[in-house]
């Protein structure tokens, strides 16, 4: 059966009850079903008689109240993006991010006492491993239920517009007692511990593509995260460079460690180094974009880590010196004048800058007839090359510090104001034309300079987090998110001489900056999240699927940027490693890249058709290339100046 209810503050009551107080508005309306099986029979008028008897201790007429109610499913109403997410998806494209995080080190002593006492003989490497355990109590501890209830929705099988949660009932037990709902975190549906990966790197590399590719069936769970402990640096999802120095540093605690003593046979003590060999455990994550976007994902899963309160902190005090910047000393008037001004900027903003980015989509989408990589796929069809799966890899680039001094010393020199991101996105997009230029060497030799794949410029899509990657205070993940497709150059001199003057990698980088500023300025990602917005509202489901595949204008790419925290954080004491995610890709894209910084340190990976690039590693190590030349620039004119 189906009821509805209201909510006063914290408190449920019935529609009912709640009547006196209809006049003050404020309240939600909810649909709740009742999970009990004894709905199903209408009740007697004797039944009726008992509940409205004055010796009842509890109300009777609240359903809550009722011994036989164990449970009740709330239903929300689903945000437009995540509607839009399932709407547009196709089978071939799922709508599902995915990333890892790897841990290592030692979990928190509590939680070595907790699991020695839950498992009498476990071994001593337990202390050194992440369990679905360990998952579930911190998950519990860290308040995740209450703060994302979220996560433990499902997509309503009777109407996809909602979700729902299902609920315990907390009933009082006297008349004054509130009764409360709590909600069931069944995490044992979401969570499992699956074998370690042997084979390095391409366990989980198949497992992840596996993931991509798989269809979640969002009436039973909206997400789920596999957990494997191993030798450190087995999986490949810490890099050699960092297993190492682990070890190393291991070895050097072992060693300084006072030796432990241990009775034996032959004497009554010994000594013996402490086995504490490093291990990792790797957290591989996948969700469907109904339930979040990417970004909103990572930002809501840092309430799992021990440094969750000072993330929060430092959010709320970053939104504290904001609306203290814009406090205006001025007096009454001058106020007054000050906001009107902003006003009519902010209007000739939306007005002139909504006319200017939908003249310009719409050039790209005449302009922009075929994608460079049709051409790439119908060969491969034609060669009987198999056409389906993921190419998946990932690196670490280079340090955040070094990547922003060449960001620095290229703007003065510029004089334009280049971020990391446009870096990055030169890199991509050089990588992308050696990707076309092998494709046309294998595919079909022709003269050097009568490409067949290569155009002189492609179409990049950036999708845009609305609120810079950031969950606010008292809000929970949503999906946030918007995008715009810029055109940038692809084939330039230098590429097809193989080599050039140091002048061309930076030549590349100015260009791409000017045309992602022009882009970024716009209100074009605040556009597309309302038209997404408006098609799964109003529209059907085809002509969604339709509109999204044309809203890309024929993008070879699609480039995530990810602002991740400066310095490392620990999940139950063990230290996160590494962090890197995959993103889904969209119809019609052959190519997915997400840049991402964490602790210091830019890292990229790479999702994309196994017919696009063959090869996911020599793409990387394209991009690596191209940020090397740009470093040397760099340095070179760092030197001259």
């Known amino acids: 059966c189906q009821c509805t209810y209201t909510t006063i503050g914290r408190k449920v009551v019935p529609m009912a009850a709640a009547a006196t107080f209809a006049a ?317 001004m902003r006003l009519i900027k902010f209007i000739l903003w939306l007005t002139l800058g909504s006319a200017t980015s939908a003249v310009y989509q719409m050039w790209l989408q005449l302009t922009t007839r075929t994608n460079p990589f049709d051409a790439v796929k119908q060969d491969a069809e034609k060669k009987g090359l198999a056409l389906g799966g993921r190419a998946i890899s990932w690196c670490d680039a280079c340090p955040l510090d070094e990547a922003k001094r060449i960001t620095q010393i290229l703007s003065k020199a510029n004089g334009s104001n280049i971020t990391v991101n446009d870096l990055f996105v030169s890199c991509i997009t050089a ?38 990657g950031v969950i606010l205070p008292n809000e929970s993940l949503g999906n946030r998110i918007g995008a715009f497709v810029t055109r940038v150059p692809c084939e330039m001199t230098h590429d097809a001489r193989g080599g050039g003057t140091p002048s061309c990698p930076s030549e590349r980088l100015m260009k791409v900056h000017q045309s992602l500023k022009r882009s970024k300025q716009s209100p074009a990602p605040f556009l597309s999240h309302y038209v997404a917005k408006f098609c799964s509202s109003y529209l059907p489901e085809q002509w969604t699927k339709n509109i999204f595949q044309r809203a890309n204008c024929n993008a070879c790419v699609a480039i995530s940027n990810n602002r991740g925290h400066r310095d490392k954080i620990h999940i139950n004491g063990m230290q996160v490693e590494s962090a890197h995610g995959f993103l889904p890709l969209p119809p019609g894209i052959p190519i997915g890249v997400v840049v991402q910084s964490y602790a210091g340190v830019m890292s990229l990976s790479v999702t994309a058709e196994k017919w696009a690039v063959p090869d996911p590693d020599k793409f990387l190590r394209w991009c690596l290339d191209e940020y090397s030349r740009i470093l040397e620039t760099a340095t070179k004119l760092e030197k001259s100046q």
């Open 24 to 340: 003050g508005g404020g309240m939600d309306t909810f649909k709740l079903a009742n999970c009990d099986a004894s709905c199903e029979s209408p009740r007697s008028p004797q039944d009726f008689d008992n509940a409205n008897a004055p010796t009842q201790p509890l109300a009777a007429n609240n359903p809550f109240m009722t011994n036989n109610l164990g449970s009740v499913v709330l239903r929300k109403r689903m945000t437009s993006i995540g509607r839009f997410s399932l709407k547009s998806e196709s089978d071939t494209n799922l709508s599902i991010p995915t990333f890892f995080l790897a841990l290592s080190g030692s979990k928190k002593p509590e939680s070595n006492a907790a699991n020695t006492t839950a498992a009498v003989g476990t071994s001593k490497s337990a202390r050194n491993i992440f369990t679905v355990n360990d998952f579930e109590s911190t998950w519990v501890n860290r308040g995740m239920p209450s703060r994302h209830p979220r996560f433990h929705s499902i997509v309503s099988k009777h109407d996809d517009r909602f979700f729902e949660e299902t609920h315990h009932v907390k009933a009082g037990t006297t008349d004054s007692d509130e009764t409360n709902l709590q909600i069931k975190a069944e995490l044992d549906r979401h969570a499992s511990e699956t074998m370690h990966f042997s084979v390095y790197r391409e366990d989980l590399r198949n497992r992840i593509e596996n993931m991509l590719t798989s269809p979640i069936e969002v009436a039973e769970k909206l997400w789920e995260v596999k957990i494997s402990s191993g030798a450190i640096g087995s999986s490949g999802a810490i890099s050699q460079v960092k297993s190492e120095a682990i070890s190393t540093r291991q070895q050097e605690s072992n060693k300084i460690r006072a030796l432990k003593r241990q009775p034996t046979k032959g004497r009554l003590w010994k000594d013996a180094v402490e086995d504490n060999k490093p291990m990792e455990s790797v957290l591989l994550f996948r969700s469907h974009h109904a339930l979040a976007d990417g970004a909103s994902m990572m930002a809501a899963l840092s309430d799992l880590c021990d440094e969750a309160d000072d993330i929060r902190s430092e959010i709320e005090g970053e939104l504290k010196r904001w609306k203290k910047g814009k406090q205006d000393k001025r007096g009454l008037l001058g106020r007054l004048i000050s906001r009107f």
């Open 431 to 468: 990588a992308i034309t050696r990707q076309l230029i092998e494709h046309e060497e294998f595919m079909a030799p022709v003269d050097a300079h009568s490409r067949k794949y290569v155009a002189r410029n492609i179409n990049v899509c950036i999708p845009v987090h609305l609120r810079g």
